[in-house]
């Protein structure tokens, strides 16, 4: 299927995705008016939300299955397999959030059926965010999902952490926007336009590669990006949003948001800056610094959620070398890896929600000791997912790490792969220690882990990212051809584009 | 039909029999752990007639795996390989065994993860994939982490997590040097595969990234053996670990170093691996640990860790046969490969065994109890005598053989290496004496009960080996020797310059 973008007709055939999104919302949206009071509400709201998200996939689905391409000018949005792919991978890791979320709520007493809607604002979001082929489409896109996380990570409002999680997120959240935003403008003032491809093309075509306007807006760009992906130095927020936000919304940020803000970010780069060697060096620069503080302040954390925060910071640094590559090798790399991690953590997150109860006590690593006598199914979930975080084979996160690796040797980045393994060295000592805590320690007391409780849904969700995590890390060979070949969609703007009349 | 499915039923068969016995009630998991091993070698065990000594390559197999990434599932058996694989078939039913009375709480788990193990083990010495071999490296490390975590001694959670971490950070920078070959030798062919026999033959010369990649081999392998100063972790391992746990370390996990310099260190790697810096310093560091692990050995207080430190020797024999490169330490380096793992498994066996009778792994606290459990003291004495390599026993004949290749390459260090024996005599035959001869002075120990009939069982096997070895080694011999001449084909052009 071929659409001209200039056909309103056809714009709207390429954005049916988000338009069935937006619907479902308008949906949402008048049934939490009207009935937002009991559990029956709530679950009500979680089981629409689902369907949401369920019939978007398949409208992704549609535009996939048709192979949709566009032709004539530039769009505003792009339609291509990345976006598809990386729309999945947010359906997904907000339905199993959804899934993970009835129980937690209704144990929480969290009776706001808004929250559902919020997650569907932020996955749309996400989604303008992947498949915006223009610098605004994308902020709008960020915007719409942090201001949607801005409220979810302090939706329990009876709590002062949660606030003071929330308030943070949001004051830092906007400092951050607005870097991006000064960065547009800048490159706007460079280059004349927004549109990605189009600024790959002024830049090749007027020779702007070292541009002071332009590097400068490049720069800022890359802050903006760097926060959302808790990028060391610009992760402070992270551990602190995460500790106090619900831990289902937790997993939630570390793997969507994450997701989201890597998929913007390697479209931007990758269409847009191709030809501006500069970004290469500050990537790798953030990268490396990330890996190695993040890996080492997680070394040194107790409570779970908190390691797991800093660890989300460490995976940042492990997806900034894909990026850094800057090929569609790369780009595949980062799509593999977003989704391995993206079923790992969902799973680990909603593991520690589970364990965590009576307003959201923080779990300490030593508080996991003899799960595995008791509870023999939920520490082989949770080993699952450390040995996943690891990167050990047998595990979609070992395939997900050998494929950056691998686009980081053949980019000739070996030594930042070195780099890469000699920090996931250190994060075995943290990973290590939640096994060693669930199987070779005893339980303090009988009734350890009596409290522990997973619902069906909860069950489901896991059960599907604990066989997804394990299948993918031995049979990852469809999912690899997929990530291969969205990957190569992104292509380089160089002069490739024509350029609109009367520019 | 036989030859190509045996070594997939190896790797398969212990990961089935695992599962099934996660269904079994717990009583019965040690009887049937017990019979998945002797099945697991007697499925083995027509590899030794139908393996044909000069046919290079035999029992492949392969299947696609990852086409996007050129990884097959490519296994086969050469000279070198099929030893180690009939080791670990021989070793995992009698360590089974082994452990029916020491191992009393989560038997299900035990056993299972000693199955698991072995898949592991047997899939880094088949592996021609270098994906699969790095795949089965780490996959052997989870089964032996939780042996020592959960079912070893007092400080186990340490020496678990420094066993992890020590072969982790090796094998993740091999990781790396695996790659790299893998795009070394796409850039000169365009065809992108992690077949061994592909790689050898294509990645060409690595000008300054060979001496990187031999150097990521290098760690990992070393702190495998383990060389001396890459050892720290061995002890600990070793103490804490249970007794089978003790005896698949030693007896087949250490041996994966020397298979990896063997396999790939130094037939890829030809022109670093004998650079005369590089031997230097290999045969120094073997050297050292012939030296170092014997003394350290020698001083003490625990059997179980005077056996640890004695491993750190033998090793270092080891490695120096391999160094030299000719057929006759080629062969003793493999040999002692395998008489390590019969005789260390055997002494690990009897400390065990001493252990489960006494509750103490302190020589000061024997003494005299030859009188006591006179069968114990004599199998015990056999074995000590062939580790030290008593002429008529397998010791003997492995170091001899090193020592005679060795000595055409570098005679210097074959004659210091010859010191190690005798350290070696006289560590053993010091804590055997204050074991089991002395005097009978501890009122605990007079009533000590002598070997049982299941633990005869366990050790008669690891002794008629042992003694077939020294006497008649010439089938064993002649089956590895195309493998090792090969080997040197593949990596001596020339004469090696010998270290003054």
């Known amino acids: 299927m071929n659409l001209d973008l200039s056909i309103t007709r056809e714009l709207l055939l390429a954005l049916l995705p988000e338009i069935v999104l937006t619907g479902w919302a308008m949906v949402l949206l008048i049934v939490v008016a009207w009935r937002h009071k009991t559990v029956g509400d709530l679950?009500?709201?979680?089981?629409?939300?689902?369907?949401?998200?369920?019939?978007?996939?398949?409208?992704?689905?549609?535009?996939?299955w048709n192979a949709t391409t566009t032709q004539g000018i530039s769009p505003m949005v792009a339609v291509d397999d990345f976006r598809y792919v990386a729309d999945w991978l947010f359906l997904a890791a907000a339905g199993l959030t959804v899934l993970v979320s009835f129980d937690y709520l209704e144990r929480e007493q969290l009776l706001v059926p808004e929250y559902y809607l919020?997650?569907?604002?932020?996955t749309l979001g996400m989604m303008l965010m992947a498949g915006g082929g223009d610098l605004i489409v994308i902020f709008l896109g960020l915007e719409l999902m942090s201001v949607a996380v801005y409220v979810l990570a302090g939706i329990d409002r009876k709590r002062a952490k949660a606030a003071e999680a929330a308030l943070k997120y949001f004051l830092l959240g906007a400092f951050a926007s607005a870097f991006l935003l000064y960065g547009i403008a800048l490159i706007y003032g460079a280059t004349g336009t927004t549109?990605?491809?189009?600024?790959?093309?002024?830049?090749?075509?007027?020779?702007?590669?070292?541009?002071?306007l332009l590097l400068l807006g490049l720069g800022l760009l890359l802050v903006g990006f760097a926060f959302k992906v808790a990028a060391v130095p610009f992760h402070m927020w992270a551990p602190d949003v995460y500790d106090g936000a619900p831990t289902p919304i937790t997993g939630y940020m570390a793997t969507a948001v994450k997701a989201a803000a890597f998929a913007a970010l390697a479209r931007v780069l990758v269409v847009a800056f191709s030809g501006t060697a500069a970004w290469h060096g500050i990537v790798v620069a953030l990268s490396v610094v990330t890996m190695i503080a993040g890996n080492l302040v997680a070394l040194a954390q107790r409570s779970l959620k908190r390691m797991l925060a800093y660890s989300s910071v460490a995976h940042a640094g492990y997806l900034l070398v894909a990026v850094s590559v800057g090929n569609a090798q790369g780009t595949a790399a980062v799509l593999f890896y977003l989704v391995a991690y993206g079923l790992t953590s969902v799973a680990a997150f909603a593991l520690l929600a589970a364990k965590g109860k009576g307003g959201e006590s923080d779990v300490q690593i030593d508080d996991l000791a003899g799960l595995a006598t008791t509870r023999p199914w939920l520490a082989f979930a949770l080993a699952v997912c450390m040995l996943s975080l690891l990167g050990f084979p047998g595990t979609a996160g070992f395939i997900g790490k050998w494929y950056i690796l691998g686009a980081a040797v053949a980019g000739g980045k070996g030594w930042l792969a070195a780099l890469l393994v000699l920090t996931s060295v250190i994060s075995a000592g943290y990973y290590l220690p939640v096994i060693m805590a669930m199987y070779m320690r005893s339980a303090p007391f009988a009734e350890a882990h009596a409290g522990m409780r997973v619902g069906r849904l909860?069950?489901?969700?896991?059960?599907?990212c604990i066989a997804a995590v394990l299948y993918f890390g031995v049979r990852p060979n469809r999912l690899l051809a997929l990530a291969q070949t969205s990957g190569a969609t992104l292509t380089p703007a160089l002069g490739a584009a024509a350029l609109p009349p009367g520019n | 039909m036989y030859d190509h499915l045996v070594v997939t039923v190896l790797l398969g068969w212990p990961i089935i029999a695992a599962a099934a016995l996660w269904l079994a009630p717990e009583r019965l998991a040690k009887h049937l752990a017990l019979a998945a091993g002797v099945v697991e070698f007697a499925i083995s065990l027509p590899l030794w007639w139908r393996f044909v000594p000069a046919g290079g390559m035999q029992f492949e197999a392969t299947r696609p795996w990852i086409a996007a990434w050129g990884i097959n599932y490519h296994v086969g058996v050469d000279g070198i390989s099929l030893f180690m694989v009939l080791l670990t078939t021989f070793l995992v039913p009698l360590s089974i065994l082994g452990s029916y009375h020491y191992i009393t709480k989560r038997e299900r788990g035990f056993y299972a993860n000693l199955l698991v193990l072995t898949t592991g083990m047997i899939g880094v010495f088949v592996a021609l994939d270098l994906f699969l071999f790095y795949v089965m490296w780490e996959v052997m490390l989870i089964p032996m982490y939780f042996i020592i975590g959960i079912w070893g001694g007092e400080r186990r959670l340490y020496a678990a997590i420094k066993f992890f971490i020590y072969t982790m950070f090796g094998s993740l920078l091999m990781l790396v040097a695996i790659l790299g070959l893998y795009f070394a030798a796409a850039a000169r062919t365009g065809t992108y595969s992690f077949d061994y026999a592909f790689l050898l033959a294509n990645v060409g010369s690595l000008g300054t990234a060979g001496w990187w990649f031999f150097g990521a081999f290098f760690l990992a392998f070393a702190i495998k053996v383990p060389m001396f100063p890459f050892h720290t972790w061995l002890p600990d391992a070793h103490v804490e670990a249970p007794t089978a746990g003790s005896v698949i370390l030693a007896g087949i996990l250490l041996k994966m170093g020397t298979y990896g310099f063997l396999r790939f260190a130094l037939p890829f790697f030809p022109a670093v691996a004998l650079h005369p810096t590089v031997q230097a310093i290999i045969v120094v560091l073997s050297l050292t640990g012939i030296i170092y692990g014997g003394l350290v050995a020698m001083v003490q207080p625990d059997v179980k860790k005077l056996v640890?430190?004695?491993?750190?020797?033998?090793?270092?024999f080891v490695m120096l046969g391999i160094w030299a490169l000719t057929l006759q330490s080629v062969q003793g380096a493999l040999l002692v490969m395998i008489n390590h793992g019969l005789s260390t498994g055997a002494l690990f066996f009897l400390v065990g065994m001493l252990y489960e009778r006494r509750h103490s792994r302190m020589i000061e606290a024997y003494g005299g109890i030859a009188k006591v459990v006179p069968l114990l003291a004599t199998v015990l004495t056999i074995v000590s005598l062939s580790s030290i390599g008593l002429p008529g026993t397998n010791g003997f004949v492995g170091e001899f053989l090193i020592l005679i290749g060795a000595f055409r390459t570098y005679p210097v260090a074959a004659?210091?290496?010859?010191?190690?024996?005798?350290?070696?005599?006289?560590?053993l035959l010091w804590a055997l004496q204050r074991v089991i001869f002395n005097q009978l002075d501890k009122s605990e120990n007079e009533k000590l009960p002598d070997l049982s009939l299941r633990e005869l069982v366990v050790l008669a096997p690891i002794l008629a080996a042992i003694f077939w070895i020294g006497i008649y080694p010439k089938p064993i011999l002649s089956r590895m020797e195309p493998a090792a001449q090969h080997l040197i084909d593949q990596v001596k052009p020339a004469p090696p310059t010998a270290i003054r």
């Open chain 2, 308 to 316: 640890a430190y004695s491993s750190v020797s033998h090793l270092g």
């Open chain 1, 43 to 64: 679950r009500l709201t979680g089981a629409l939300t689902l369907a949401a998200f369920a019939t978007t996939g398949v409208a992704v689905w549609w535009l996939w």
């Open chain 1, 118 to 122: 919020l997650i569907v604002f932020a």
């Open chain 2, 415 to 427: 004659g210091i290496a010859t010191t190690g024996v005798i350290v070696a005599a006289a560590y």
């Open chain 1, 195 to 212: 549109n990605l491809a189009l600024i790959g093309v002024q830049v090749s075509s007027l020779g702007l590669q070292s541009n002071v």
């Open chain 1, 458 to 464: 909860g069950r489901l969700a896991l059960a599907v």
